[in-house]
């Protein structure tokens, strides 16, 4: 626990402007981003005495080691860099808001030639226009049935549509009417565009104009005597009017705005949202969160909005957004809507008729969704909090192993040997942490001199980033032989007899995570930045053996090692010569077990791709400035490298778009590359000649 007052800045350092300020650990990670009008009154309040401050505050102020500020102009400009930042460097003292599930949308590929009409999750694309988000995919495909009535937009995937454009034929529902086909050239691009984009306007809320020019033209078509087209049109205004069924009227009609409210207790807060165009309910998503920081209800509404439209422009911000607290700062949280809008936002609380009813609705949802929530995870709060109490108490460690790093070693008979850590907090997996290894310190198989290695590698990182931020010292010349190196934060250094810096560590690069140097200390997260309180290999004794051999070697005494051996899922301790046995209903096993698959799951997905890869590779891919178009050209007119690596200079020139000196350079390739050892028939021994365009 770190004392305040050794890193509080001195008095009227701190400017008295609008700015950003950002507290770090001693990692030098950001752990909290604020904004202020006034920064020297802000950053001020943090260090006063620790009794007066909320215990939250209190938490913060105390993990972290140094405080640093940024002045900008405007609040406004404060208020977007917070956002930014935040995004940046996810800080764990920041409320941060997170769907419990992926809301799908209805989405209109405008940025198609022809535009389709699709479900979509996920992030958001440009050029795409998105309507929602839906509780249910299902909602979405039913409104879209209806809606392919009146307009027949396309519907079908790129291969869907290619392969109608190749045969002439449409698919069903160009059959069908429900779509217009312009796969097949019923309808030019441009009136297909104009197709989305009065469905588009349709879903946007402008639906009167729709329904009276359908209703106008049926009633024309019956006066003609036009039957059949009048039913048609009849049946399409029905369809329409159906489609608007689904989602009732809530607001006076053309109203646009986004209601927010937010249920909250001492720990976590739920909020609930529901977008509003054209006067309907259009969209539902919720959010719940830990309340890690100390904030009232203006700050999780200020920070709601950051969430939901610091990404959004144009019409995806509304004119108008409810909520149940103003912002500290209203007016220039509403300047900054204003601006990603391009025009006014009105931020305000209702007070009376339909819309304080709807929003009490609103907050009837986010009740229930706190309570759901609460409901949910005690049992998964308290299954994780007994599952590392009983791993502490099995492997004799003095706190819960809130991380825990496991390592697995995968190869298929010796070849394409790699590793793979996997890292849990909290009882649950943090797949932006995983990392992947190459093993090539040594050709062929041994597992245990491969752990030996990983262990070695990734534990090397880490003391060379703490090394880079100075948060250990060099040790003394006396430093005792074999004592372990000291150092401030987890008392790590550079091992026995170690007086300098610790020696780059020879990695190979197997993924954008090992081999290459780290980013500059800007408190984003490095990748072997942070120490586990548990590492656990997948194996016996001799493995463990082997990672706590490496960690000794690097003078790393103060992180716990243990093996999960698969046969009897016994748990090993380096230097004991019996396993610990947990029982087979413990949560603690569990846990260990699912740390020790994911990290198997991990290593056996990352050899499979390499040796794929590897039994995908020719000899032609080392031709420089040969392409697959060429090298595909070259195979069919052989018809198989056996025949190409048999072909003169000037045979391989007959083949179209090959010169002579690309020619010579795939001659010469083939010339230094051992053909493949022939295939076997083993029922009969016969030799089976190559005769295809794989690899050789």
């Known amino acids: 626990?770190?004392?305040?007052?050794?890193?509080?800045?001195?008095?009227?350092?701190?400017?008295?402007?609008?700015?950003?300020?950002?507290?770090?650990?001693?990692?030098?990670?950001?752990?909290?981003?604020?904004?202020?009008?006034?920064?020297?009154?802000?950053?001020?309040?943090?260090?006063?005495?620790?009794?007066?401050?909320?215990?939250?505050?209190?938490?913060?102020?105390?993990?972290?080691?140094?405080?640093?500020?940024?002045?900008v102009s405007t609040e406004v400009e404060a208020l977007q860099l917070e956002y930014s930042w935040i995004k940046e460097f996810d800080p764990r003292f920041n409320v941060k808001y997170r769907?419990?599930?992926?809301?799908?949308?209805?989405?209109?590929?405008?940025?198609?030639?022809?535009?389709?009409?699709?479900?979509?999750?996920?992030?958001?694309?440009?050029?795409?226009?998105?309507?929602?988000?839906?509780?249910?995919?299902?909602?979405?495909?039913?409104?879209?049935?209806?809606?392919?009535?009146?307009?027949?937009?396309?519907?079908?995937?790129?291969?869907?549509?290619?392969?109608?454009?190749?045969t002439g034929r449409p698919c069903l529902l160009g059959y069908i009417g429900k779509c217009s086909a312009p796969c097949v050239g019923r309808v030019t691009p441009e009136e297909h565009r104009d197709l989305a984009e009065d469905f588009c306007d349709f879903m946007a809320g402008r639906t009167g104009t729709y329904i009276r020019r359908l209703e106008k033209d049926m009633t024309q078509a019956a006066e003609e005597m036009e039957y059949e087209r009048a039913a048609r049109l009849r049946d399409d205004a029905e369809a329409l009017k159906r489609a608007m069924e689904k989602s009732a009227v809530v607001l006076a009609d053309a109203t646009d705005a986004d209601l927010i409210a937010v249920a909250e207790d001492e720990l976590e807060a739920a909020l609930q949202i529901f977008h509003v165009r054209g006067g309907r309910v259009r969209g539902q998503r919720g959010w719940v969160t830990?309340?890690?920081?100390?904030?009232?209800?203006?700050?999780?509404?200020?920070?709601?909005?950051?969430?939901?439209?610091?990404?959004?422009?144009?019409?995806?911000?509304?004119?108008?957004?409810?909520?149940?607290?103003?912002?500290?700062?209203?007016?220039?949280?509403?300047?900054?809507?204003?601006?990603?809008?391009?025009?006014?936002?009105?931020?305000?609380?209702?007070?009376?008729?339909?819309?304080?009813?709807?929003?009490?609705?609103?907050?009837?949802?986010?009740?229930?969704?706190?309570?759901?929530?609460?409901?949910?995870?005690?049992?998964?709060?308290?299954?994780?909090?007994?599952?590392?109490?009983?791993?502490?108490?099995?492997?004799?460690?003095?706190?819960?192993?809130?991380?825990?790093?496991?390592?697995?070693?995968s190869h298929l008979q010796g070849d394409d040997v790699v590793a793979s850590m996997v890292v849990f907090?909290?009882?649950?997996?943090?797949?932006?942490?995983?990392?992947?290894?190459?093993?090539?310190?040594?050709?062929?198989?041994?597992?245990?001199?491969?752990?030996?290695?990983?262990?070695?590698?990734?534990?090397?990182?880490?003391?060379q980033d703490k090394e880079r931020t100075g948060e250990w010292e060099e040790q003394p010349t006396d430093t005792p032989a074999g004592g372990p190196a000291t150092g401030p934060g987890s008392g790590l250094g550079p091992g026995?007899?170690?007086?300098?810096?610790?020696?780059?560590?020879?990695?190979?690069?197997?993924?954008?995570?090992?081999?290459?140097?780290?980013?500059?200390?800007?408190?984003?997260?490095?990748?072997?930045?942070?120490?586990?309180?548990?590492?656990?290999?997948?194996?016996?004794?001799?493995?463990?053996?082997?990672?706590?051999?490496?960690?000794?070697?690097?003078?790393?005494?103060?992180?716990?090692?243990?093996?999960?051996?698969?046969?009897?899922?016994?748990?090993?301790?380096?230097?004991?010569?019996?396993?610990?046995?947990?029982?087979?209903?413990?949560?603690?096993?569990?846990?260990?077990?699912?740390?020790?698959?994911?990290?198997?799951?991990?290593?056996?997905t990352y050899q499979r791709a390499k040796r794929a890869k590897r039994l995908r590779?020719?000899?032609l891919d080392d031709v420089s400035g040969l392409g697959e178009t060429r090298k595909q050209a070259l195979i069919k007119h052989f018809g198989s490298v056996k025949k190409l690596r048999q072909a003169t200079i000037d045979e391989i020139c007959e083949v179209p778009g090959i010169g002579r000196r690309t020619a010579e350079s795939v001659a010469a390739a083939l010339a230094t590359t051992a053909p493949a050892a022939p295939a076997v028939n083993t029922a009969t021994g016969e030799i089976i000649e190559e005769d295809d365009g794989g690899s050789s």
């Not at 769907?99 to 795409?128: H, I």
């Not at 700062?329 to 709807?358: F, H, M, N, Y």
């Not at 709060?381 to 496991?406: K, M, V």
């Not at 197997?510 to 140097?517: K, L, Q, V, W």
């Open 1 to 71: 626990m770190a004392d305040p007052s050794s890193y509080r800045p001195k008095p009227g350092q701190i400017p008295d402007s609008p700015g950003v300020y950002k507290f770090r650990d001693e990692h030098r990670r950001v752990i909290y981003v604020g904004k202020a009008k006034n920064l020297r009154q802000r950053v001020a309040n943090y260090f006063q005495d620790l009794a007066g401050l909320h215990p939250r505050t209190r938490t913060m102020v105390t993990t972290a080691a140094s405080v640093e500020w940024t002045v």
């Open 99 to 166: 769907d419990d599930k992926s809301y799908p949308y209805l989405a209109v590929t405008l940025n198609e030639e022809f535009p389709r009409v699709q479900v979509m999750r996920g992030a958001k694309k440009k050029g795409v226009r998105y309507f929602g988000p839906y509780g249910h995919a299902w909602a979405i495909r039913e409104t879209v049935d209806l809606m392919l009535r009146v307009f027949p937009v396309r519907t079908c995937s790129a291969g869907v549509f290619k392969n109608a454009e190749r």
């Open 290 to 409: 830990d309340k890690v920081e100390a904030v009232d209800t203006s700050g999780l509404v200020e920070h709601a909005l950051q969430q939901l439209y610091g990404e959004e422009r144009g019409d995806a911000v509304p004119k108008e957004v409810l909520v149940p607290a103003l912002p500290e700062d209203t007016e220039a949280v509403s300047q900054w809507l204003a601006e990603r809008r391009g025009s006014q936002v009105s931020l305000r609380i209702p007070q009376r008729g339909d819309k304080k009813d709807l929003m009490a609705t609103v907050q009837r949802n986010a009740q229930q969704a706190l309570g759901l929530h609460k409901t949910k995870r005690a049992s998964d709060l308290t299954t994780r909090s007994r599952a590392l109490e009983e791993i502490a108490e099995a492997l004799g460690l003095d706190t819960a192993p809130l991380r825990i790093e496991c390592y697995d070693i």
């Open 425 to 463: 907090e909290d009882g649950l997996a943090r797949k932006s942490e995983y990392r992947r290894f190459q093993i090539k310190g040594f050709e062929g198989q041994d597992d245990v001199r491969s752990m030996h290695e990983v262990i070695g590698r990734r534990f090397k990182r880490y003391l």
């Open 496 to 604: 026995p007899a170690a007086t300098g810096p610790v020696p780059a560590p020879e990695l190979t690069a197997a993924s954008p995570a090992d081999g290459t140097e780290p980013r500059e200390d800007d408190g984003r997260p490095k990748r072997f930045a942070y120490p586990p309180q548990l590492v656990v290999v997948d194996g016996g004794q001799p493995q463990v053996a082997a990672a706590k051999r490496a960690l000794d070697e690097l003078g790393i005494d103060d992180i716990a090692v243990c093996g999960l051996a698969k046969r009897l899922e016994e748990v090993w301790l380096p230097d004991d010569d019996d396993p610990v046995v947990l029982p087979r209903s413990s949560e603690g096993l569990y846990l260990l077990q699912r740390v020790r698959d994911e990290a198997h799951r991990f290593a056996i």
């Open 617 to 619: 590779s020719s000899p």
